[in-house]
């Protein structure tokens, strides 16, 4: 089986410290003292999953754009400086052992709606980088998550009927669904209910589970 990967609310949550990066930024391009340090974790978790020029978008609509793209400049700096910088394990419980026990006998990748250079940021601090066959985000290609799924598809050879997206949210499984591959819901991540009402796929409620499936 091969496994694509989501990272913010499946393999961890960095909720709390990438809010603080997104404040950092805030007072960078000089409106700290307008809005606060306003971006809270729970604000993030339900914005998560979305491309970060849609999220700005979303928590800043009253800026203009010249100001949303000094924003996107600074705040991704300050993630990786906040991320970088943070020596507490951030992951859910198991996911490195579980990572280690799948890639045994099972192809593992990546593909996440973040900025270039945030992959192999996570890989580095969870010690999973030869674990990982190939990964994609929306910052290294401009394309939305269903695209990057198909580009590690094609690349790597990956026949759809054996490979499966796992994801916390309701546009992972409508990623994954539009990429032609099967979707496992991470059920304790960031999404507040199943993916749509009726969804009978598979659901984890903790990520060591995947070695049950």
Known sequence: MNYIFDIDGTLWDTTEIVA????DATADV???????RFVTADMLKKEFGKPMDVIIDDLYPDQDNETKGRLMVSIKEREQERVGGCTEDLSYPGVTETLKRLSAANALYIVSNCQDGYIPLVMEKLGIADMISDYESFGATGLLKADNIRLVVSRNQLLSSETRYIGDTRGDYESAAEAGVGFIYAAYGFGDDKPVPDYNGEIITSFSELLVL
Do not use: V
């Open 20 to 23: 603080e990066a997104w404040n």
């Open 30 to 36: 000089g409106l700290g003292g307008i809005l606060g």
